[in-house]
């Protein structure tokens, strides 16, 4: 069963595996929610979506058990409702927001991390930040990573002859 | 909230994930046939709710109501805007969505147990 490929025909110019190497060459798309973009927008949601239900909740009901811990719960699902939209949404705009969103991203769940670790105290009640995200599998600290990472690799580049020696076709996997 | 219902969804979260996968893998768009899987799951939590609804108003409520039935709703919502998706982009990133909210979902469902039993 040797390269079962694409019933439809789109032999070239299939997409790159997420984690792999830039295997599209020069010509790939450099919008924020083409490809592996829309895996990453379509994650972003639902953390938007989980944080925003959780923050609401807590907010709105039990406001005075931790107040610090429920700021920074709404802060978290303002944050990941803007950086989906911003990556879906493209354009220089969009991409300004998203660099903003998920800067703050980063920001936040390393220091509500941190802090949560070293001073439970200041935190009774769980955030999406807490303990580094751990409730959710990590994956609130890996994303803002990735998101850095897929800004980065999208950024637009002048069209002709830019001085930032990119060269997406060789050096696979070099990134330390 | 009822065992064999969870684990009902639990595993045909699981399957659907792993159906979608195999799209993935072979760089295929999400098909119907994915969709009707997606739908069954989705009527199923829909059971639970009305499952969870009578045991609420017999006297069983959980712990942490709000919390459970914002769970509840936030599940509801996850297949359905996959599907939109999966109409709205016809290549494999449907299917990578597809693998997302299904295994959310799955995640939503456990969650949910461990409120009920808070």
């Known amino acids: 069963m040797s390269a079962p490929a694409a019933p439809d025909g789109t032999g070239p110019s299939a997409s790159p595996a997420p984690g792999g190497g830039p295997s599209g060459g020069p010509g790939r798309t450099r919008r924020t929610n083409a490809g592996f973009g829309r895996f990453l927008v379509a994650v972003y949601g639902v953390f938007a979506l989980a944080a925003t239900a959780r923050a609401a909740v807590q907010i709105l009901r039990d406001w005075d058990e931790a107040p610090l811990a429920y700021a920074l719960s709404g802060l978290a699902a303002v944050v990941y409702v803007v950086a989906?939209?911003?990556?879906?949404?493209?354009?220089?705009?969009?991409?300004?927001?998203?660099?903003?969103?998920?800067?703050?991203?980063?920001?936040?769940?390393?220091?509500?991390?941190?802090?949560?670790?070293?001073?439970p105290e200041a935190f009774p009640r769980a955030t999406v930040w807490s303990g580094f995200g751990q409730g959710y599998g990590y994956v609130p600290l890996m994303l803002p990573f990735v998101g850095v990472w897929w800004l980065w690799r999208t950024r637009p580049r002048p069209g002709a002859g830019t001085p930032v020696t990119t060269r997406p076709a060789d050096a696979p996997e070099d990134a330390a | 909230m009822v065992l064999p219902l969870v684990l009902l969804v639990v595993a045909a979260c699981?399957?659907?994930?792993?159906?979608?996968?195999?799209f993935v893998v072979r760089d295929r768009a999400v098909i119907l046939r994915q969709l009707w899987g997606a739908a069954v799951i989705e009527a199923l939590v829909l059971v639970q709710a009305v499952v969870l609804g009578v045991l609420g108003a017999t006297g069983t409520a959980p712990s942490d109501p709000v919390l459970l039935w914002g769970y509840l709703v936030t599940?509801?919502?996850?297949?359905?805007?996959?599907?939109?998706?999966?109409?709205?982009?016809?290549?494999?990133?449907?299917?990578?969505?597809?693998?997302?909210?299904?295994?959310?979902?799955?995640?939503?469902e456990v969650r949910m147990w461990q409120i009920w039993n808070a």
Request: aromatic share 8%; glycine share 8%; hydrophobic share 70%.
């Open chain 1, 84 to 119: 989906t939209v911003a990556l879906a949404r493209d354009g220089r705009v969009g991409r300004a927001v998203a660099w903003a969103a998920v800067g703050v991203e980063l920001v936040g769940v390393l220091t509500v991390g941190a802090f949560s670790l070293a001073d």
């Open chain 2, 14 to 22: 699981a399957v659907l994930a792993g159906w979608a996968l195999v």
């Open chain 2, 75 to 108: 599940t509801l919502v996850i297949l359905p805007v996959a599907a939109l998706w999966a109409f709205a982009e016809r290549s494999r990133w449907s299917s990578v969505v597809l693998v997302v909210a299904a295994l959310t979902v799955a995640f939503l």
